[in-house]
Nanobody, 124 residues
């Protein structure tokens, strides 16, 4: 079992940057593929980025490729989402998620544990 707590959301102007953090409890963090998803009002939750257990492999949604990165620190049980060149369409609630799988999935259904979410608002 793992519990996830996100932080770092806020209001930023278009073109700016934000760094989200996700702190995980428990001693099994390294067993989980970690992902970030987002959900805008009236839309379904969508995949943003994910990183493998060791951190060797990452996967990004096309809209964020080249702008977002997802580093993890297994010694500190944390994963981040570094968001650069933010756009108004990035506005959403961002969720950290953990999957007890070796593969990097992009479906929310593949993730077992979720944080409470953190709001990111990008103004134009």
């Amino acid at each position: 079992q793992v519990q996830l707590v996100e932080s770092g959301g806020g209001l930023v102007q278009a073109g700016g940057s934000l760094r989200l953090s996700c702190a995980a409890s428990g001693r099994t963090f390294v067993s989980y593929t970690m992902g970030w998803f987002r959900q805008a009002p009236g839309k379904e939750r969508e995949f943003v980025a994910a990183i493998s257990r060791s951190g060797a492999r990452t996967r990004y949604a096309d809209p964020v490729k080249g702008r977002f990165t997802i580093p993890r620190d297994n010694a500190k049980n944390t994963v981040h989402l570094q968001m650069n060149s933010l756009k108004p369409e990035d506005t959403a609630v961002y969720y950290c998620a953990a999957a007890n799988l070796a593969c990097i999935g992009i479906s929310p259904a593949g993730y077992d544990h979720w944080g409470q979410g953190t709001q990111v608002t990008v103004s134009s």
